[in-house]
DNA sequence: ATCGATGCAAAGCGTTTGCAGGGGT
DNA sequence: ACCCCTGCAAACGCTTTGCATCGAT
């Protein structure tokens, strides 16, 4: 946290323990209400700031870019897609799409999945980065 | 369109035609800009309506699914995510993350994707489904 | 003629911001 | 003591909804 260069807070270091402690992606207020028992004057707006600080200085990642606007898209065939990580544009990504990819990480993964109560209907890829210029 | 269950409109038309015409991905907003011209009394609501009908009947996808909250994740490694279409949760999915995944995909696709402006900085996979109960 | 779709405006939800006061260094 | 962070409330941006009207079938 220090370590990061940013501040010790108590409010901070709770949404950080929290947020390393489960595995259950939560939303901010998700955080807000966990965090309520032990500290009953936490505003929900230093619930965001503070996940974005984390997130700025990498102790947190953020899933969904929610705030922007949701995008469409109306080609037929599947494909994969590039993401500018700070504008938030998007592209197609020039290259087939591999309808078997997930077998490539794990040829039973599909299964293990229907096993463990999960039935996959398909999967997302997006490349990261920027649009350079 | 009207193969796929919903009414013809003049407006549902418009969208869809301007969504298949373009490989923009763009919002609302843009598509609701973009057919002012033509017509000009179109509502930014029902330009809503009419993507989320393309998208219900399988003629269009929503990228990011905006509107929903943000979630996070506070750990370290990075993994892949599991999805729930239908109510947005994600839990991690249970297999190890593979840095060479895109190489596996194209062996130089982010060498061309430089090439040609995109500087990588990383990939993101879900696999969409739905937790059963 | 029917019933679903449109257009408008207002509400809704998640998120951010302005500002005064508090707490970490 | 300084400055950043907090808490509150109000603003914001994107999306949805209620309702009367319109229009496709």
Redesign the interface.
């Given at each position: 946290l220090e370590a990061a260069g940013c501040r010790y807070t108590r409010q901070r270091a709770a949404v950080?323990a929290?947020?390393?402690?489960?595995?259950?992606?939560?939303?901010?207020?998700d955080?807000f209400y966990a965090l309520r028992n032990r500290l009953p004057r936490i505003s929900l707006a230093t619930v965001y700031t503070s996940?974005e600080t984390?997130?700025s200085v990498g102790?947190?990642?953020?899933?969904?870019?929610?705030?922007?606007?949701?995008?469409?898209?109306?080609?037929g065939e599947r494909h994969?897609?590039?993401r500018d990580?700070e504008t938030g544009e998007?592209?197609?990504?020039?290259?087939s799409f591999?309808d078997e990819?997930?077998d490539?990480?794990?040829p039973q993964?599909v299964e293990?999945?229907a096993a463990s109560?999960?039935?996959?209907?398909?999967?997302?890829?997006?490349?990261?980065?920027?649009?350079?210029?």
């Open positions: 950080y929290y947020l390393a402690s489960v595995d259950s992606h939560p939303t901010a207020e955080v996940l984390l997130v102790l947190a990642t953020r899933l969904v870019a929610a705030g922007g606007a949701a995008r469409y898209d109306g080609r994969y897609h590039l990580e998007v592209r197609d990504l020039p290259a591999d990819l997930l490539k990480i794990d993964l293990r999945l109560g999960f039935r996959v209907s398909g999967y997302r890829l997006e490349v990261l980065g920027r649009f350079e210029r």
